[in-house]
């Protein structure tokens, strides 16, 4: 079966008493103002068609999706065993931001979308990009066809604000010797890329690459090859849910990436992106409604890698 | 495409030379004595084809393969909240027989294909059956349609030889309250389900209703339901090649389960099961040459579930 | 100033009111039956004088107290180089009975006071006596003067009823080799000794070796030479109080050995040996009152090794 | 026995061959073109004599010792409840820079004495001091009556170009709210009280207060109370000694506290204050010859506090 804007509302609407089980985010004060209510979802297809319901229009901060977004950039930068001599591609079995695997592993971190990775991977960019920042930005507006696409700089310095924690595991990895440049201004790119504000609609546009085999639906453009599509879905399905990959590979079976804003990404290899957004977490860090949204989804339309 | 015995024999001739960089499994001397230079492919297809090439129809030790087997027969005698209370469904992150992640999450396994998790599930079969290992041997016999198999008795001896993590880690458990019956019988009953004596013939037979939707492609009997089978896939790609199954969904792309006797099952959801063997294993404890074969046989059919 | 009589009760008047505040251990049926208010205290000087207070000659569950006596009996029975690769002597840093550092550290314990360490002792004790549970017994007769002593036949058996912890610490060492005999039968002998019922006299006397160059104050015999007892006084000091070793040096500055029957001793070398014994115990495993007693005492009679 | 130069000069004899055995400490430049070959021992008594052999006067860089006039200080400036909310008093178990603990026990170090309680400690200096680098040197000149004394800034520059994991551990506790300045200046100070360049006989003028009831037996000035002293020389013998604590409590038998320079203080109470420096490190980062030294000076002296 089809996803249609009907089955995706009527997905809403199921899910939406989920919304008080759970908890915003609130490590920074920009995050923990947005409303708990918001619910979207849209699917867009290999096709270019765009299927909706709820908020799915509304821009909100897409945390660490941009993961995905970084790694993919950075794969188009390095060898793969340039690459991946710096981060593993390993589950962590820890929570997201643990410094204690870091140091049992001398620094390497086990994949690129735990926080050590991604961290990683923005000294990686910042060592073979003049302008890291922005192009990352343009990268995001391309891939998206929106042109109007802009970090959120409250959000950005909020982040800023409360990086102790990531200071730390900068510091540590440089201190085992995997981390270049200074650690600051990377950590001030990481923030920014966390800060990108999408709709679930931009979101979905921007990673049809992934269910495209590299290319992208919007731009009609390779981005990256087959072969580099299938291995970072690969890495999504078993490192892209935090702690809740496994549950997540169990309940929704999908490749997958969700950040602390309350998004989700999942891709069906073949056929079609999908993004969900819904503030209010679980305690793996994952959009509690979001979660269950794609799970009803999957079920609904018949869809699993499995 | 579809595989056929001249791209199985192919692929074997390729993967031989990486035989000698690799190390067979002597934990214990049973395992130990196994030539290194075995090797096998066997390919059971949805349709009930068989496509091998090499050592395919010799029996091995199938070891933790055995694990995949057991969640499946402790899945249709449990409810899933039962049981999966008693085991979790993530990633460990760590070696397959670290103690230090059981006492740090207070007695529950990560999952049921590390040790600890394998040795839950004995124990919930134990509570339930009143001959646990005649049933599980029967289980085998019947998917595979092999009436002869056996447990490998000098197998299964010299593991209890050597028991002494896996009895830490059941009474690690049991100081936790997840563990209800004796120690030792249960471990004797997990170390016959590792001793299980198969090939891939045999293997590829009996796992065939992971890739056809909980159905058995040999008895056309349900074996579980689809969504069970799309579970277990869905455990296995997160969790089934012990701290290497990142590395594996990123170069093979499939569910698997590896055994220490050099074995490796792949499941091609909705078309094919595959079983490999090469007894030396890579540092992670998964076949060197079985692992590279499935990258091949992945790339030249056109296979991958991202 | 000398310890009195007067002084003694003054004490156990002030620390009374703290009863209450503490916990009695409760892991085995046997020691929560404990009424929670007895409390006593006994010194026994080198010259042989007796000084008591409270429940000073009722018997208790010495516990943990017993890996002092016998580590004194290893050290009669092994060569130091014997002892010392099998255990370590630094402090663990952690709870009295985790795996987690046992694993890490490849199975050699921390010290001979925390479980593992004093299980590895009494495995020893197993490889070299015939009777090792007899001769510990006779050892403490010999030693405390008191032919009567008994072990506590129900504690005993309380403890090998709830023993699924110490038998994984067992099993963990002997899959690293740190542990030669079967593992029930020293586990048995470990909680004998741990149920070895003494007073607060008996202990003290039991332990003047400790106080006078290794010669036993009431049978004037040597037990240990004076450098043994200079070493053991060390441990103690360091690794006698679980994880509050630091906080009793800081507060007390005695080498000491605590209980969770809520017994602990303490030395002043040179001078005189101290038992203490109040049921509640601290965050920590160590009796409460019974430490602020010794802190008090230290104070009143100027008393410290620092 | 009271020391004299003979029994010094003897033990150095005795302890050179060991020089060669060991280890300079390398991690910075300017620590690793220190001579191996070094080696001096200074005794200043409660009478105010001092007694030395070998490299005694010549100044070496004082590293963790520094930790001991810093915490010190630090008694001098917080009430004791201010104090111990921010570091432990307990021996950590593990590696003197290591960040696991330091996660696990949510930034709370586990002592002053180990890198991330200094830096603590640092912390705490620099929140009630105008000048807390200059204030500590004016300490340490007027302790030691070497008015001459100074910071070698190499040393201290070289350090802060290898901070990288001492400003994880810092970046760390500000995660978990147990650091209140900005990082790089609280670390600068640190290491400048680590680039101490002092030599045995300074050292152990500057600490004779540790052996005489918190009264400077150069200055004859209170530095600390009584209490205070006792209470530094316990966590000197449970932790001075990073993991070697409890080996030197049983070899030696003093309180004292190491620095990877090489130089080692140890505490009889009571009586005198010994220095001892030779460079060459044990696995633990205690000196190697030093530590057989001051085993020696005990056994000769018939000294320790067991």
């Not at 800023?160 to 790119?189: C, K, Q, T, W």
């Not at 069906?268 to 989804?297: F, K």
């Given at each position: 079966?089809?996803?249609t804007?009907?089955?995706?509302a009527?997905?809403?609407?199921?899910?939406r008493?989920l919304?008080?089980?759970?908890?915003?985010?609130?490590?920074?004060?920009a995050l923990?103002?947005v409303p708990?209510?918001?619910?979207g979802i849209a699917?867009?297809t290999?096709q270019?068609?765009?299927?909706t319901a709820g908020d799915?229009?509304e821009?909100?901060?897409?945390q660490?999706?941009?993961?995905a977004l970084?790694l993919?950039?950075a794969?188009n930068?390095y060898?793969?065993?340039?690459?991946?001599?710096?981060v593993?591609k390993?589950?962590?079995?820890?929570a997201?931001?643990s410094?204690?695997?870091l140091?049992?592993e001398?620094?390497?971190?086990?994949?690129?979308?735990?926080?050590?990775?991604?961290?990683?991977?923005?000294?990686l960019l910042?060592?073979?990009l003049?302008?890291?920042?922005q192009?990352?930005?343009?990268?995001?507006?391309q891939?998206?066809?929106?042109?109007?696409l802009v970090y959120d700089?409250?959000?950005a310095a909020s982040?800023?604000m409360?990086?102790?924690?990531?200071a730390a595991?900068?510091?540590?990895?440089?201190?085992?010797g995997n981390?270049d440049?200074?650690v600051?201004?990377?950590?001030?790119?990481?923030?920014?890329?966390?800060?990108l504000k999408m709709s679930c609609?931009?979101?979905?546009?921007?990673f049809?690459y992934?269910?495209n085999?590299?290319v992208s639906v919007h731009?009609?453009e390779?981005?990256i090859?087959?072969?580099?599509?299938k291995?970072?879905?690969a890495?999504?399905a078993t490192?892209?849910?935090?702690?809740g990959?496994?549950?997540f590979?169990?309940?929704?079976?999908m490749?997958?990436?969700s950040?602390v804003?309350g998004g989700i990404?999942?891709?069906?290899?073949?056929?079609?992106?999908?993004?969900v957004?819904?503030?209010e977490l679980?305690p793996?860090?994952?959009?509690?409604?979001?979660t269950?949204?794609?799970?009803l989804?999957?079920q609904r339309?018949?869809?699993?890698?499995f």
């Amino acid at each position: 079966m089809k996803p249609t804007s009907d089955i995706l509302a009527d997905i809403l609407d199921e899910v939406r008493p989920l919304i008080g089980q759970g908890k915003v985010a609130d490590y920074i004060p920009a995050l923990a103002q947005v409303p708990n209510d918001k619910l979207g979802i849209a699917v867009y297809t290999n096709q270019g068609d765009v299927i909706t319901a709820g908020d799915a229009h509304e821009g909100f901060s897409i945390q660490s999706i941009s993961k995905a977004l970084s790694l993919t950039l950075a794969m188009n930068l390095y060898q793969p065993d340039e690459l991946w001599r710096r981060v593993g591609k390993e589950p962590s079995g820890q929570a997201f931001n643990s410094l204690i695997q870091l140091e049992m592993e001398k620094g390497i971190p086990r994949n690129p979308f735990i926080n050590a990775g991604a961290i990683v991977i923005a000294d990686l960019l910042q060592s073979r990009l003049s302008a890291p920042r922005q192009r990352l930005l343009e990268f995001a507006r391309q891939l998206s066809g929106e042109a109007q696409l802009v970090y959120d700089k409250v959000v950005a310095a909020s982040e800023m604000m409360h990086s102790d924690r990531n200071a730390a595991i900068a510091y540590l990895m440089r201190a085992f010797g995997n981390f270049d440049n200074e650690v600051l201004p990377v950590l001030n790119n990481y923030f920014h890329a966390c800060a990108l504000k999408m709709s679930c609609v931009e979101l979905a546009k921007m990673f049809s690459y992934l269910a495209n085999k590299g290319v992208s639906v919007h731009t009609g453009e390779p981005v990256i090859t087959a072969t580099q599509s299938k291995q970072i879905n690969a890495l999504l399905a078993t490192c892209g849910l935090y702690d809740g990959a496994g549950e997540f590979a169990y309940r929704v079976g999908m490749p997958g990436k969700s950040g602390v804003g309350g998004g989700i990404i999942a891709i069906v290899p073949g056929e079609m992106t999908i993004a969900v957004w819904s503030p209010e977490l679980d305690p793996c860090g994952n959009s509690l409604a979001g979660t269950r949204a794609l799970e009803l989804l999957a079920q609904r339309i018949g869809r699993s890698i499995f």
